[in-house]
């Protein structure tokens, strides 16, 4: 890795990725849209913030695409142009098919055996990245493109489930990309964020060319703004290629929990 004295930008094309979650959701129906219209109004979000010393970086960002071949981000211009920013890791690769056991593999440290994208949670007591950083009270926050409102726990915006909460203060930290651009105004954002684009902006409904223009229009102004680049380390990459095929040697998607690991002096998930 290189550093620059403000920001560390490290590109990392994935070669494995995804399909999208078994699209078993239906339309919505009316009483849908107004449980959500009525979680929105009350969801609280939370925005806390730190300053803990990292030993190469002080705030990390993992921007997550979908199912795009190495080949195919490296020839896109937008991908590239963000390369040239930073390094490459040419030798990334998901954990396996299709995305969400990925998903699960970047903030769990394995993916619990999941082979498939159904609506899964995992318990409770299960530890994450999110135990180790609020062990080192280090601040946190998820950004989804398009979530209805903050803590929204549904498969898809119809299958939401309107049960009880699992990590209801957690929950208040995991918020749609709205609130990414609220948080900064208020010098809110937090040192360790992972921010989903939706299924159109990430590719897997779209193309590379898509994801590409979106990260563009994302990035470009952050990389500019002093509340975003705070010797920040942003990683760019795919959940899983599109082919398949393509075989797996290394860093992976474990490497972002051993990455911040070290940074931070964390303790480990010990799987
Ligand atoms: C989590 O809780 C379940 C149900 O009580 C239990 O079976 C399981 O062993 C627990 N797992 C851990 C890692 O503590
Ligand atoms: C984003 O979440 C907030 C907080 O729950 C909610 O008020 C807002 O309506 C959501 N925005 C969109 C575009 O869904
Ligand atoms: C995803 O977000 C983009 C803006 O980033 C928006 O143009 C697009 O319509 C959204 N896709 C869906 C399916 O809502």
């Known amino acids: 890795m290189h550093f ?11 070669s494995v990725s995804a399909a999208a979650p078994a699209t078993t959701a239906a339309s919505p129906t009316a009483t849908d849209v107004a449980d959500v219209d009525a979680a929105q109004a009350t969801a609280k979000t939370e925005s806390p913030t730190s300053h803990v010393k990292g030993k190469a970086f002080d705030r990390y960002v993992s921007i997550w695409f979908e199912n ?18 930073g390094i490459t ?9 299709p995305s969400e056991p990925n998903y699960m593999a970047v903030a769990g440290g394995d993916n619990f055996g999941l082979d498939g994208d159904i ?12 135990d180790l950083l609020e062990d080192k009270r280090i601040s946190w926050a998820m950004y989804e493109e398009d979530m209805p409102y903050t803590g929204y726990q549904g498969f898809s915006w119809v299958n939401q489930n309107n049960g009880a909460n699992d990590y209801p203060e957690r929950l208040t930290k995991i918020k749609n990309t709205t609130m990414f651009f609220e948080d900064p105004k208020a010098n809110k954002l937090p040192q360790w964020m992972f921010i989903t684009p939706n299924m159109t ?11 590409g ?31 398949y095929t393509i075989q797996i040697v290394f860093y992976d998607h474990y490497s972002e929990i051993s990455t911040v690991e070290a940074n931070w002096g964390l303790h480990t998930l010990g799987r």
């Open 4 to 14: 620059s004295s403000c920001s560390l930008i490290v590109i990392c094309l994935a």
């Open 68 to 85: 795009t071949d190495y080949d195919m981000a490296a020839a896109d211009p937008n991908f590239a142009f963000f390369a040239k920013k």
């Open 89 to 97: 890791l040419e030798n990334l690769f998901a954990i396996t098919h």
């Open 119 to 130: 609506f899964t949670q995992v318990p409770e007591n299960i530890s994450t990245v999110v």
């Open 201 to 211: 902006s990430d590719g897997h409904d779209t193309s590379v060319t898509v994801a």
């Open 213 to 243: 223009e979106w990260l563009k229009g994302f990035l470009t102004p952050l990389l500019d703004d002093p509340r975003f680049m705070q010797n920040t380390l942003v990683i760019i990459t795919f959940d899983e290629s599109e082919t």
